[in-house]
Every structure is written in structure tokens, then in C-alpha cells.
């Protein structure tokens, strides 16, 4: 069935920048809304960002709000999340997910995880 696979992530310094890509494989993803989430060693996987099944609704925790930008191709069927200006917190596994509806919604538990792509941030 849906295979979701995360990409782009690395090493860099603090300040740098990384895109990660989620591609969505076996079933379209035009009619879903689309997040990433992270978690660092010893936490909580907590939420980052959000976009709607039509790009023009983006939701992000205030700790990356200003520095990530997420979005989307639906022909590709491609979820993206552009990171800038990287701080060492930022440092954990990312992860893509398809959430069940049209639209973000925090009470409404993730459909599908990706397997995950390092982030790591020195300073």
C-alpha cells in the first residue's frame, strides 16, 4: 500500500539551510493534508509543520515559525520542508506523515509515518 519516503537530511552548521522531500508512493496524496513532524534522542516527537490538500493553509510550531516553509506538488505527489537559518535545537529525526483529512487538525491522530531522515545541527 502508501509508502511515504523522507530525503535531504544531513550535517550542517548552524545558519545553514536543508530541503527535505517526502515522496508518497502507491496513492495519490492531492486529497490529504500532509506534516512533519521530529523527535530528538530522549523526547517527544513533536509537531513542526502543516499544509493543506491545497497549499494555501500552512501550520508551524512556534519554534520554527520564520525559519521552515512547507509545500507541496500533488503531481509529484511530494511533500517539501525548506529549513533555514538551522540551530543545533533543531538537530533530530524528521519525519513525513499523511494526516486523514483535508486539512490540519491537532486532535487528529497522523494515518501514516515515513521512516524517517536525520537532521543535524552543530555550532
Known amino acids: 500500500q502508501l509508502q511515504l519516503v523522507e530525503s535531504g537530511g544531513g550535517l550542517v552548521q548552524a545558519g545553514d539551510s536543508l530541503r527535505l522531500s517526502c515522496t508518497v508512493s502507491?496513492?495519490?496524496?492531492?486529497?490529504?493534508?500532509m506534516g512533519w513532524f521530529r523527535q530528538a534522542p530522549g523526547k517527544e516527537r513533536q509537531f513542526v509543520a502543516a499544509?493543506?490538500?491545497?497549499?494555501?493553509?500552512?501550520y508551524f510550531a512556534d519554534s520554527v515559525k520564520g525559519r521552515f516553509t512547507i509545500s507541496r506538488d500533488n503531481a509529484k505527489n511530494t511533500v517539501y520542508l525548506q529549513m533555514n537559518s538551522l540551530k543545533p535545537e533543531d538537530t533530530a529525526v524528521y519525519y513525513c506523515a499523511v494526516l486523514p483529512g483535508n486539512d490540519y487538525s491537532p486532535a487528529v491522530p497522523v494515518d501514516f509515518w515515513g521512516q524517517g531522515t536525520q537532521v543535524t545541527v552543530s555550532s
Open positions: 502507491r496513492r495519490p496524496i492531492s486529497n490529504n493534508a
Open positions: 499544509i493543506n490538500w491545497s497549499g494555501r493553509s500552512t
